[in-house]
């Protein structure tokens, strides 16, 4: 099958040969310091191997398995987590919910936010529902899912029992300590285990993503294959033409260098947003540490072409954009011929809506490249599990080498404790 590819066509033209000589340089360096592993932050590097340790393994399997037999007794499942413990699976949830809508199982997300509004209808949902519950925290003490879980559990063993509620529960968290370990193991509960060389924002692989993937319906075996096939390219091919990862971090870099200080992940179906919000995460707390990185943000075209697209077109010229650019769908509509022709639409008629995208796509970018934004466009054969974790893995390589070309440490969010430190000095923990 085809891998995605990068298009920098529309960046280069920004960038002087001489910079790329120098940068090329720093790129292999941090490429080597990636694979070999001898890096800031090494410790939690385990991902990179990760979608061939599983293909290896009896997980899939097992994870299969255990949510067959849940899944003919429910309804809808609550994902307890937040920052990685959700944004990947919701990220490739949404980007393929309308594949699945026969699946029937209806996937909640709860703790990751302190909304009591949120949390409330939530509640007054699961009352109508049949559901099981994934919660997902290393600790188990991280404030937002463990307040939800306090609340969720409670709900759970009141409405089927203290034992049917146990094995509703399933827990994905470390492999010996911490709160929420404590609590599985006094329940009972079903649990997965967080690798710990495996940080939350790189964990979409490991079980963090796989048992809630699972419940909606995703092949995740594809998605691991997906994976396990852009890993072998990332991992063995160091001629930058050849490696997506690699013509990505250089990419983002050089413009970096020019002073094109934020980067926009640009998606033209707006299933991609929250794969977008995922993405967002993942390059933040990686490269935003002392005072450098790009700031990532996102947009959903052609809908913010009516509101941020006069910004990006004629405003200040301090980002670029990465367009996902989708070559096939599986679902579209076909627009048709009118008699009277009362829009004015009829030299449209027999063109789908996915090709007007694609000329859409095709105007914006050149419009934006025009008026001095670079684009850097990622090429996605299919929305599918395959080209979806091939992407995934993709990100999660270019960024540990954007960490390090950077000097920073890629697997750390030290700015994120900050706060958490704060929050308990005032509710007095």
Avoid at 188 to 201: A, L, Q, S
Avoid at 245 to 251: H, N, R, V
Avoid at 363 to 370: K, R
């Amino acid at each position: 099958m085809k891998a995605i590819s990068v298009n920098n066509k529309f960046s280069e033209q920004f960038i002087p040969i001489e910079l790329n000589n120098i940068i090329i340089n720093e790129l292999i360096s941090a490429y080597n310091t990636l694979i070999d592993k001898t890096g800031k932050g090494k410790e939690f590097t385990g991902w990179i191997d990760t979608p061939k340790s599983i293909l290896d393994s009896s997980l899939l399997y097992e994870v299969n398995e255990h949510i067959g037999s849940l899944k003919n007794k429910i309804d809808s499942v609550v994902v307890i987590g937040i920052g990685g413990s959700y944004l990947g699976a919701k990220a490739i949830i949404d980007a393929l919910n309308y594949q699945h809508i026969s699946n029937g199982i209806k996937i909640h997300y709860a703790g990751n936010d302190l909304n009591g509004i949120n949390l409330s209808n939530l509640l007054n949902n699961l009352e109508r529902e049949d559901y099981a519950v994934v919660v997902i925290s290393k600790s188990g003490t991280t404030i937002e899912p463990a307040i939800a879980f306090r609340i969720i559990k409670e709900h759970i063993e009141k409405k089927y029992g203290t034992s049917e509620a146990a094995n509703r529960i399933i827990a994905i968290t470390d492999k010996e300590k911490g709160k929420l370990r404590e609590t599985a193991n006094q329940n009972n509960y079903k649990t997965f285990v967080i690798p710990d060389d495996v940080g939350g924002r790189f964990s979409v692989l490991t079980p963090v993503g796989l048992v809630p993937l699972a419940f909606a319906g995703i092949d995740i075996n594809e998605l691991v294959r997906g994976a396990n096939d852009m890993a072998e390219i990332c991992t063995k091919e160091n001629d930058i033409s050849k490696n997506p990862a690699l013509q990505y971090a250089m990419t983002r870099y050089s413009l970096h260098a020019l002073g094109f200080d934020v980067e926009i992940l640009v998606n033209y179906l707006n299933q991609l947003n929250s794969l977008c919000e995922w993405w967002k995460q993942l390059f933040g707390e990686s490269e935003g540490k002392d005072g450098k990185g790009l700031f990532p943000a996102s947009t959903s075209f052609t809908t913010d072409l009516h509101s941020l697209g006069q910004f990006i077109q004629d405003g200040s010229k301090i980002l670029f954009e990465t367009i996902l650019h989708i070559e096939n769908i599986d679902k579209d509509v076909i627009i048709p011929k009118i008699e009277n022709d009362f829009d004015g639409l009829n030299y449209l008629a027999g063109k789908s809506l996915h090709q007007i995208n694609k000329i859409a796509e095709e105007a914006t970018t050149q419009a934006h490249v025009d008026g001095g934004v670079p684009n850097i466009t990622i090429n996605i054969p299919q929305l599918n599990e395959y080209y979806l974790g091939q992407l995934i893995y993709m990100f999660e390589f270019a960024c540990g080498i954007g960490g390090y070309m950077l000097d920073v440490n890629p697997f750390d969010q030290p700015g994120v404790e900050a706060y958490k430190k704060n929050m308990f000095k005032l509710l007095q923990y």
